[in-house]
């Protein structure tokens, strides 16, 4: 029903995908971007709030929450209360805002390393000390998974006061499972850790796996967390500015509150909310149909690396359209390697050093959320200068 083929061009856009690289040649798969339209519904309702012609300061009326909560509780089985949700303008400054109002500086935020990038800076933003649990790839599950005893021994310092989580995982394309997730919670509040859930991924998940969201796990995790959550990922619409910070915690939702006043995130632009109620309320099958296209480019992807590229190896992606793929066999470092793929073979991809100085070593990051056509085009490129 929807066109995922449609090629739309973005140079000349002001795109910092497209445009970032003054060079013309180059295919970005790099940033977390993708390059089809939003939803008909979206660019209705938007078009809708355009012709109106005044765009002045903004209320967010109450259909708004009603959209979460709607939206939360048909697609995932999370019950979300109308008071719980504050909104703010993205998942990063929400971050930041947590971290802000659930830390002291100089305390300690633990993440699952290699992780998202803006992890290491809001953390040291804010003053505080990053606290890196690396992942380990499991042979016998095929999938990045904890290594218990080391979160354990981080919750456990006394400096560590806050666990950032990404779920699903970005870079590694973790879903993790309800079982992980409550384990995570249990040994956090034996510790007195909050868990920060940015959970931005959330409807990007491919086929044989399920997002858990982390406050619907039991009451215990509700009541242990604060969640980040946007359609902007899942929907295209980052650059539109609208996300919510979710907490059942009263007295922490006052102090995220004043945090979003502090850190000045607190206005959000007339078109935020208007194309967050038209993705929640319109769009869902649009994203059904986004995420099994997506599915079919990991599948093209996987294909053509065993036929083309048997230096790389591909971990298995269970969420986002962020494949996160070894090349150790190279024999060059990740950031010598996307720098060879970028000068020689016109290819902009991520080294995996960004997420991680030594758990991103030996991976990069692509970005598959675009037409089939450009991503094989992408391929043969990197094929034809091994």
């Not at 040649?25 to 939003?38: R, Y």
């Not at 406050?215 to 609208?242: D, M, T, W, Y």
């Not at 995220?256 to 993705?279: K, Q, S, T």
Request: hydrophobic fraction near 40%.
């Amino acid at each position: 029903m929807y066109n995922f083929d449609e090629i739309v061009d973005r140079r000349g856009t002001g795109c910092v995908k497209w445009d970032e690289m003054p060079n013309g040649s180059v295919i970005p798969l790099w940033v977390a971007d993708m390059d089809f339209k939003a939803a008909p519904a979206i660019q209705a309702a938007l078009r809708k709030r355009m012709e109106h012609g005044i765009f002045g300061y903004t209320i967010v009326e109450e259909p708004y929450y009603g959209s979460i909560i709607s939206w939360f509780q048909r697609r995932h089985q999370w019950t979300i209360r109308r008071e719980e949700i504050l909104y703010t303008t993205g998942v990063v400054p929400a971050m930041s805002v947590a971290i802000k109002a659930l830390t002291m500086p100089g305390e300690k935020v633990l993440i699952l390393s290699p992780d998202y990038n803006c992890f290491f800076s809001s953390i040291r933003n804010n003053g505080c000390e990053v606290s890196e649990s690396i992942l380990q790839f499991s042979s016998s599950t095929n999938r990045f998974e904890v290594d218990w005893q080391d979160f354990e021994s981080r919750c456990a310092d006394e400096k560590t006061t806050v666990f950032l989580l990404c779920n699903p995982h970005n870079p590694t394309g973790r879903v993790w499972t309800k079982a992980e997730l409550e384990h995570m919670n249990t040994i956090c509040m034996a510790h007195d850790v909050k868990v920060v859930s940015d959970e931005i991924h959330c409807e990007l998940i491919m086929p044989g796996h399920c997002f858990q969201p982390f406050a619907a796990v039991s009451e215990a995790c509700r009541q242990n967390s604060v969640i980040l959550n946007s359609p902007s990922k899942s929907f295209n619409i980052a650059g539109l500015q609208i996300a919510n910070i979710i907490c059942s915690q009263p007295e922490w939702r006052r102090r995220l509150d004043r945090a979003i006043n502090i850190n000045e995130v607190c206005d959000v632009n007339p078109f935020g909310p208007v194309a967050l109620m038209a993705a929640y309320n319109e769009s869902e099958d649009w994203l059904d149909e986004l995420n099994a296209y997506l599915w079919d480019n990991y599948t093209v992807l996987c294909d053509f690396v065993a036929k083309n590229l048997p230096q790389w190896k591909m971990t298995p992606l269970e969420g986002t359209y962020l494949p996160w793929v070894d090349i150790t066999a190279t024999g060059r470092s990740s950031q010598e390697y996307a720098d060879h793929l970028l000068q020689n073979a016109k290819v902009w991809v991520n080294p995996g050093t960004m997420y991680g100085p030594q758990s991103g070593e030996g991976y990069i990051r692509l970005n598959i959320a675009c037409t089939k056509a450009l991503l094989l085009e992408a391929l043969n490129r990197i094929a034809s200068c091994k």
